[in-house]
């Protein structure tokens, strides 16, 4: 919901695409990350009972730890990922896509209690709602993102082996789509690569996983891979 792409140009001219997470996904990562803060108190509190008064008080400073560094440790030392954002593939990063720092995840889990007012993360919401890129108030100004983290799809058996020729000539138009095909189809869904390879049936003469085959050999021809 409400994912987005933010692109940055690096000082070397590189264009980075950073996949931008709605506030579904990062709500959802907070919660894992809540039931696993409660555990920690609620396992400390039992732990420290038997030692009473004193026990109280250093209950105090585990929630107090938990509360405020759980979060800034993980993301700071963790590559910007806490426990729940690494379950729903999530992390956080520099706006210009370099690993979080020390100050900017102190200051955007810090200014949380702004974003939580008045209840509920009200002003986180609406913040992230109106923001092109999702961000809550805290991310504004620590300049930070929450993004997706690309997972690696595994290539089809046999994507990158075998060559054939075209069995047509090719505009320079096609032979690029071709390539296109070639560089971009292992990061695709068995499912999405069938989809795209069908669309050209015609040159292929076939369908299914071995269009998907036919059509990474005439792109491996295409490219010298004899």
């Given at each position: ?5 933010r692109?940055v ?6 264009a980075?695409h950073?996949?931008?997470a ?8 907070w919660v ?13 509190a039992?732990v420290?009972?038997a030692?009473?008064?004193?026990g109280?008080?250093?209950h105090a400073?585990?929630i ?10 993980f993301?700071?030392l963790?590559n ?6 690494r ?7 520099a706006?210009n896509?370099a ?12 200014l949380?209690?702004?974003?939580m ?8 919401l ?16 620590a300049?930070?993102?929450?993004v997706?983290?690309?997972r690696?799809?595994p290539?089809?058996?046999?994507t990158?082996t075998g060559?054939q ?7 320079p138009h096609?032979?690029?789509?071709l ?5 971009r ?15 050209a049936?015609?040159?292929?003469d ?5 269009a998907?085959h036919?059509?990474?050999a ?8 004899r």
């Amino acid at each position: 919901m409400l994912d987005t792409h933010r692109e940055v140009v690096t000082p070397e001219g590189v264009a980075l695409h950073l996949p931008a997470a709605g506030p579904v996904p990062r709500a959802l990562a907070w919660v894992l990350d809540f039931v696993i803060r409660m555990a920690v108190v609620t396992l400390g509190a039992i732990v420290l009972a038997a030692m009473g008064r004193a026990g109280s008080g250093i209950h105090a400073v585990l929630i107090f730890l938990v509360y405020w560094f759980y979060p800034v440790l993980f993301e700071a030392l963790g590559n910007g990922r806490t426990p729940g954002k690494r379950v729903l593939g999530l992390r956080v990063v520099a706006a210009n896509g370099a690993p979080v720092g020390w100050m900017a995840a102190f200051v955007r889990n810090l200014l949380r209690t702004v974003d939580m007012l008045p209840f509920g993360y009200a002003v986180g919401l609406v913040t992230s709602l109106a923001d092109p890129w999702g961000r809550r108030l805290g991310d504004m100004v620590a300049g930070t993102l929450v993004v997706h983290v690309e997972r690696a799809h595994p290539p089809l058996p046999g994507t990158t082996t075998g060559s054939q020729a075209s069995p047509v000539p090719l505009l320079p138009h096609e032979q690029a789509a071709l390539v296109a095909f070639a560089e971009r189809g292992p990061r695709l869904t068995a499912a999405r690569q069938v989809e795209l390879a069908e669309l050209a049936a015609p040159l292929v003469d076939s369908t299914g996983t071995l269009a998907v085959h036919r059509l990474y050999a005439i792109a491996n021809w295409l490219l010298g891979r004899r």
